[in-house]
T-cell receptor, first 114, second 107 residues
Framework: EPEVTQTPSHQVTQMGQEVILRCVPISNHLYFYWYRQILGQKVEFLVSFYNNEISEKSEIFDDQFSVERPDGSNFTLKIRSTKLEDSAMYFC????????????FGEGSRLTVL | GIQVEQSPPDLILQEGANSTLRCNFSDSVNNLQWFHQNPWGQLINLFYIPSGTKQNGRLSATTVATERYSLLYISSSQTTDSGVYFCAFQAGTALIFGKGTTLSVSS
């Protein structure tokens, strides 16, 4: 069964460093997302992406964050100048041929900022 | 924006018991989905249910869009059902999650 894959599964970084989280969405999906979940809290929308550009972003997704689809398969989230409060699980998700469909999540990348 | 309330926030069951989880919305919502987050943190699709009723094994879900709520039924619960259950709805291009119901099933 097709799935969304994410790497790394866990990354530890020092405050102020840059991290890149990588995702390979389901191959025929067109809509891509990043979500964040701080430990014990709800799943929060960060950004949606379609046709090589951001479609929508939340208040959380400020200038510290950026997304890119560098090739036909990968979808990345870059976090610059990481802060302690960036520690969270980051989920990538993808959706098929329409915004009104079922969303499929990867297993997440746990980011720990020290 | 639309507010979503999930109830109960926490639920403790003995194995074999049945339960009903609920999502209430402050306004009409689109493309309602239910997810299970297992103890390892994985988010697993349970149902894509904008309206009507669906069943999958011991789980079933009903969405009554006109009444602004959705229900998730778990029958004959098992320890593997433990975790957090989220409902989520479409707002623009985003899927917005409720705060979840934490379910603990003991043997």
């Amino acid at each position: 069964e097709p799935e969304v894959t994410q790497t790394p599964s866990h990354q530890v970084t020092q405050m102020g460093q840059e991290v890149i989280l990588r995702c390979v969405p389901i191959s025929n999906h067109l809509y891509f997302y990043w979500y964040r979940q701080i430990l014990g809290q709800k799943v929060e929308f960060l950004v949606s992406f379609y046709n090589n550009e951001i479609s929508e972003k939340s208040e959380i997704f400020d200038d510290q964050f950026s997304v890119e689809r560098p090739d036909g398969s990968n979808f990345t989230l870059k976090i610059r100048s990481t802060k302690l409060e960036d520690s969270a699980m980051y989920f990538c998700a993808s959706m098929g041929g329409t915004w009104a469909g079922e969303l499929f999540f990867g297993e997440g990348s746990r980011l720990t900022v020290l | 924006g639309i507010q979503v309330e999930q109830s109960p926030p926490d639920l403790i069951l003995q194995e074999g018991a049945n339960s009903t989880l609920r999502c209430n919305f402050s306004d009409s919502v689109n493309n309602l989905q239910w997810f299970h987050q297992n103890p390892w943190g994985q988010l697993i699709n349970l149902f894509y249910i904008p309206s009507g009723t669906k069943q999958n094994g011991r789980l079933s879900a009903t969405t009554v869009a006109t009444e602004r709520y959705s229900l998730l039924y778990i029958s004959s619960s098992q320890t593997t059902d433990s975790g957090v259950y989220f409902c989520a709805f479409q707002a623009g291009t985003a899927l917005i999650f409720g705060k979840g119901t934490t379910l603990s099933v003991s043997s």
